[in-house]
């Protein structure tokens, strides 16, 4: 789990380089000092890493997933962030970086990952129906 959440955090701050880079090119470079790391301020449990903006006034939330394998390994996706992309639409924004060891590269995938990904169910919240004596 610690050299995951090192990577999911390295894969993460790369992102935030990336949107810099990206606001820069795109003449908004004034909104990067605007950007807000939330998932590093309060942990995870939003529904997203990274508030960024395509617009002065259209955020960007940014969900990273990060792993060392090729493009088409799997990742984790929480039932919160995947209720979260349903809920606020073509502003979720998935960035799947891959090969992070080697060469990070980057593809990104807007709007509700139900519709875009293949999801399959691997646990469960277990509670007792009724008290044990």
């Not at 790369?14 to 810099?20: A, H, K, S």
């Not at 997203?48 to 617009?55: Q, V």
């Not at 006034?57 to 997933?65: A, Q």
């Not at 493009?71 to 995947?82: A, H, T």
């Amino acid at each position: 789990d610690e050299v995951n959440r090192k990577l999911g955090r390295a894969g993460e701050h790369w992102v935030l380089g990336y949107e810099q880079q990206r606001l820069t090119d795109a003449g908004c470079a004034d909104l990067y000092s605007k950007i807000d790391w939330v998932s590093d301020r309060l942990g995870d449990g939003a529904g997203f890493d990274i508030l960024s903006f395509d617009a002065v006034d259209r955020p960007r939330y940014i969900e990273v997933k990060t792993t060392n394998g090729a493009q088409r390994s799997s990742f984790i996706v929480s039932r919160n962030e995947l209720e979260f992309s349903g809920e606020v639409g073509d502003m979720f924004h998935l960035y799947r970086v891959f090969g992070f060891r080697e060469q990070p590269k980057l593809f990104v995938l807007q709007g509700d990952i139900a519709k875009k990904l293949h999801l399959e169910a691997m646990d469960y919240r277990a509670s007792f129906r009724k008290l044990m004596a």
